[in-house]
């Protein structure tokens, strides 16, 4: 028997074709989405989106089930009636404004030009002012869950950005039946059944012991806001591993699977990447390492983690509390120097050479002792997630001359992420949350031999890859054999199907203790900038607002 799980990332989604006896993928296929992220002008139109706007176009999720599913199927020679469960994964908060049948109101010709109709992506950080309202309301309020969500909200998290919907285009919200995670909703696309994930309810939309804030809170944010669960939201929550439904005729038509095969309930990108690396049991943060970095981990007890993204009973392993933290910008940011900051030379050095770019710069700046460059970076070009949760911070580099070569900066802002992975450890571990070891799944730690080693030495921890080079795609169709009964549990799935590599990174004793230095260094310049005491970076982006209004 054969399960499919599909996730649904950032620019593309991947499907893999697995046997669920051993986890052995079959086949696998990936889809670039053709309108990617929407972040300049939507698709059709000149007019400019205005800055930290992230959107996408749900028909880009469809086509990724058009042509995935089937060329996984070609490609194994596997029969339809042999595949028994499907599933996917996504990034969140993804959310989307639909019709009471599901359907998008960016697919409408009335709503088409207006970008709150659009997916609000992920990293669509333009709800910072509703974010900022919901937390200052929460503390006045004495609102107890906020202290489960790290004491912030995020804007990148699903009232945030629901909220920025009502306030900024009401005609929007008056019109959406239903606010909705993208990962739930291409379920409702995919058996017609409409279910809620207790993952994504749990961490991105404040859902603790199967409730939402009160109706008093929403209405204390906007009056017309009060109602929002009631009317535009489900109180009902589906646990991961379960049973969606299973595949309409429609989606059987463009997957070519059976009508009735099982879907298995929505999960988060990160989350359900740690059964698919045998993460089951406290102590093991895993490391969802792509354009952004999600930390996941299992603990037995409740405590309030500063900055985390949030606790969820169940959220990842039934049975443990599942602990989530995050950086908002990790291989984004090495992608924004490399494409925007490298001389020519270096170009054609690693043409010569024949590597791309990023390995070039990673060969070269290899060869570097940690501290030679003299350089710390702070990295936050895309805003803090954790400890901080905030939007408005932006990057910065201290200790360029103009001696300062491109490898030099490269390495720093590889460093500057495994310090900020630090920071977060230490959150966990001052609460008594321990973290004995690292697990990386993506692309990125599988590529670049100097992150993996730098991580181990500024964290003090091993560190280990997935087995999977689709892990989130393989944790979609392990849940997939849960929901089809193949295996009894997530953790059985776990045992047979999920996988790591032999190869262990240590630490280096001499590399850490300059580490230990830098890292000092860095924390200043975090608190400094991060935590009140300058405010420079709020200051510059509110000037830039007013230039480009």
């Given at each position: 028997?054969?399960t499919?799980?599909?996730?649904?990332?950032?620019e593309?989604?991947?499907?893999?074709?697995?046997?669920?006896?051993?986890g052995?993928?079959v086949?696998s296929?990936?889809?670039?989405y053709?309108n990617?992220v929407i972040d300049?002008h939507?698709?059709?139109?000149d007019k400019?989106?205005p800055?930290?706007w992230a959107?996408?176009?749900p028909m880009?999720?469809i086509e990724?089930?058009?042509?995935t599913?089937p060329?996984?199927?070609k490609q194994s020679g596997?029969?339809?009636e042999e595949v028994v469960?499907?599933?996917?994964d996504f990034?969140?908060c993804?959310?989307?404004p639909?019709?009471?049948?599901g359907t998008?109101?960016?697919t409408?010709?009335?709503?088409r030009e207006?970008?709150?109709?659009?997916i609000?992506?992920?990293?669509?950080h333009?709800?910072q002012?509703?974010?900022?309202?919901i937390?200052?309301?929460?503390?006045?309020?004495?609102?107890s869950w906020?202290?489960?969500y790290?004491g912030?909200?995020?804007s990148e998290?699903?009232?945030?950005?629901?909220l920025q919907?009502?306030?900024?285009?009401?005609e929007?919200?008056?019109?959406a039946?239903?606010?909705i995670?993208?990962?739930d909703w291409?379920i409702w696309q995919?058996?017609?059944?409409?279910t809620r994930?207790?993952?994504t309810a749990?961490?991105?939309?404040?859902?603790q012991?199967?409730?939402?804030?009160?109706r008093?809170?929403?209405?204390?944010l906007?009056p017309?806001f009060?109602?929002?669960?009631?009317?535009?939201?489900?109180?009902?929550?589906?646990?991961l591993?379960s049973k969606?439904?299973?595949?309409?005729?429609?989606?059987?038509?463009w997957?070519g699977?059976k009508p009735?095969t099982?879907?298995?309930?929505a999960n988060?990108?990160?989350?359900?990447t740690?059964?698919a690396?045998k993460?089951?049991?406290?102590g093991?943060m895993v490391?969802?390492?792509?354009?952004?970095?999600?930390h996941?981990?299992n603990?037995d007890?409740?405590?309030p983690?500063?900055?985390?993204?949030g606790?969820v009973d169940?959220?990842?392993?039934?049975?443990?509390?599942g602990?989530e933290?995050?950086?908002s910008?990790?291989?984004?940011?090495?992608?924004?120097?490399v494409d925007?900051?490298?001389?020519?030379e270096?170009?054609e050095a690693a043409?010569?050479a024949?590597?791309d770019?990023?390995q070039y710069?990673?060969r070269e700046?290899a060869?570097q002792?940690p501290?030679?460059?003299?350089?710390?970076?702070?990295?936050?070009?895309?805003?803090?997630?954790s400890?901080l949760?905030?939007?408005?911070?932006?990057?910065?580099?201290?200790?360029?001359?103009l001696?300062t070569?491109?490898?030099d900066?490269?390495?720093?802002?590889?460093e500057?992420t495994?310090?900020g992975?630090r920071?977060i450890?230490?959150?966990f571990?001052?609460?008594?949350?321990a973290v004995n070891?690292?697990?990386?799944?993506?692309?990125?730690?599988?590529?670049?031999?100097m992150?993996?080693?730098?991580?181990?030495?500024?964290t003090g921890?091993s560190?280990?890859?997935?087995g999977?080079?689709?892990?989130p795609?393989?944790g979609?169709?392990?849940?997939a054999?849960?929901?089809?009964?193949?295996?009894?549990?997530?953790a059985?799935?776990?045992?047979?199907?999920g996988?790591l590599?032999d190869?262990v990174?240590?630490p280096?004793?001499?590399?850490?203790?300059?580490?230990?230095e830098?890292y000092?260094?860095?924390k200043?310049?975090y608190?400094?900038?991060?935590?009140?005491?300058?405010d420079?970076?709020?200051?510059l982006?509110q000037i830039k607002?007013?230039?480009r209004?």
């Open positions: 028997m054969y499919i799980g599909i996730d649904f990332g950032t593309s989604g991947r499907a893999v074709l697995v046997d669920t006896r051993d052995r993928e086949a296929a990936v889809h670039q053709k990617g300049e939507l698709p059709g139109s400019a989106l800055p930290d959107l996408q176009d880009d999720y990724v089930l058009k042509q599913v060329a996984v199927l596997v029969k339809p469960g499907i599933g996917i990034t969140a993804t959310m989307l639909t019709k009471k049948d998008p109101l960016c409408l010709p009335e709503w207006n970008p709150h109709a659009w609000k992506l992920w990293k669509h333009a709800a002012p509703q974010a900022d309202q937390n200052e309301t929460a503390r006045r309020m004495g609102e906020l202290d489960l790290g912030k909200i995020s998290w699903f009232f945030s950005k629901a919907i009502l306030q900024e285009a009401p929007v919200y008056e019109a039946d239903r606010l995670e993208a990962a291409l995919l058996c017609g059944v409409e994930n207790t993952c749990g961490y991105k939309a404040i859902v012991n199967g409730t939402y804030p009160s008093e809170y929403f209405a204390a906007d017309r009060a109602d929002v669960v009631d009317t535009k939201m489900s109180r009902e929550f589906a646990p591993g969606a439904g299973g595949l309409t005729d429609q989606a059987a038509a997957t699977l009735g099982a879907v298995a309930v988060v990108d990160a989350h359900v740690a059964p690396v993460a089951v049991k406290p093991q490391m969802i390492m792509g354009t952004s970095t999600c996941i981990m603990g007890s409740l405590q983690v500063e900055g985390m993204c606790v169940g959220g990842i392993i039934p049975g443990q509390w602990y933290a995050g950086q910008g990790v291989g984004d940011i090495f992608a924004w120097f925007n900051a490298v001389p020519p270096y170009h043409k010569a024949g590597l770019l990023h710069l990673e700046a060869k002792k501290g030679e460059h003299g350089l710390i970076a702070l990295d936050w070009w895309n805003g803090n997630r400890v949760v905030d939007a408005d911070l932006t990057g910065l580099l201290v200790g360029g001359t001696a070569r491109a490898p900066i490269y390495r720093a802002l590889i500057a495994a310090f992975t920071i450890i230490e959150a571990e001052e609460r008594g949350i070891e690292l697990i990386a799944a993506g692309g990125l730690p599988e590529k670049n031999a992150l993996r080693q730098i991580y181990a030495d500024v921890r560190f280990r890859l997935s999977s080079s689709q892990a795609a393989l979609s169709a392990m849940h054999a849960v929901a089809a009964g193949v295996y009894p549990d997530i059985a799935a776990a045992e047979k199907m996988k590599k190869e990174v240590e280096i004793a001499e590399n850490k203790a300059v580490y230990d830098l000092r260094e860095y200043i310049l608190d400094y900038f991060g935590r009140g005491q300058n420079v970076m709020k200051r982006k607002r007013r230039a209004a």
